[in-house]
């Protein structure tokens, strides 16, 4: 069954630190994965996409990085900043059909504190 | 930045009603999404559109129904709202190549009464 885990389901952490969030998937075959943001009450936006030939990718202080042979991957946030304070989304697409089918997973809630 | 557009943001209306959320944007993009989220879940996807007079039903069974006469615009439609439809709706557009990203409208969070 192709899934999309995420952890920790949430996460603080204080103004300046660095953090790191994590996705596995099983998701075959694989097409891409993406990192969303999406603050409060506000719909997703895109910070990162990576291709199977791609292990890491750079926006700003956001670092995603992906291991195919694993099926993991992880997004880092460099001196965070108190509007990182949102929802990580990790989506992996198939390539299966016309479409690519995108998984979803739940998230993980980062809060940072001053 | 968004140049995709939802509407109404929010709202609130009694059981029975016929209800349309507005769904347009700007970027020219063939492929067109709806999706439904709950608190603390992922999204799931309940149509999609791959260009004019294309509409396809997603995974999460639906009472909904959508239209695509015009690229830029995707209304989706409930004849009769129920309290099970309350939840945040989400619309989304993209371009035909699969390893572009979607570019999300900001929701509408429906609550039926």
């Known amino acids: 069954k192709n899934q999309v885990e995420q952890s920790p389901q949430s996460l603080i952490i204080l103004e300046g630190k660095n953090c790191t969030l994590q996705?596995?998937?099983?998701?075959?075959?694989?097409?891409?994965l993406r990192w969303y943001k999406q603050d409060t009450g506000r719909g997703p936006v895109s910070l990162t996409i990576?291709?199977?030939?791609?292990n890491t990718k750079s926006n700003g202080r956001y670092t995603a990085t992906l291991d195919a042979d694993t099926k993991q991957s992880s997004l880092h946030i460099t001196a965070s900043q108190l509007s990182d304070s949102a929802s990580y989304i990790c989506?992996?697409?198939?390539?299966?059909?016309?479409?690519?089918?995108?998984?979803f997973g739940r998230g993980t809630q980062l809060t940072v504190w001053p | 930045e968004a140049d995709i557009y939802q509407t109404p943001r929010y709202l609130v209306i009694g059981t029975g009603k016929k209800i349309t959320l507005e769904c347009s944007q700007t970027?020219?993009?063939?492929?067109m999404y709806w999706y439904q989220q709950d608190p603390g879940m992922e999204l799931h996807l309940i149509h999609y559109?791959?260009?004019?007079?294309?509409?396809e039903k997603g995974d999460l069974s639906s009472e909904s129904t959508v239209s695509r006469i015009r690229t830029e615009h995707f209304p989706l439609t409930l004849e009769s709202a129920r309290p099970s439809h309350t939840s945040q709706y989400l619309c989304?557009?993209?371009?035909?190549?699969?390893?572009?990203?979607?570019?999300f409208g900001d929701g509408t969070r429906l609550s039926i009464l």
């Open positions: 989304a557009s993209s371009e035909y190549n699969q390893n572009q990203p979607q570019h």
């Open positions: 996705c596995n998937y099983t998701v075959s075959p694989f097409s891409n």
């Open positions: 990576m291709t199977f030939s791609e």
């Open positions: 989506v992996v697409s198939d390539r299966g059909s016309t479409l690519g089918r995108l998984y």
């Open positions: 970027m020219g993009h063939d492929k």
């Open positions: 559109s791959y260009g004019v007079n294309s509409t």
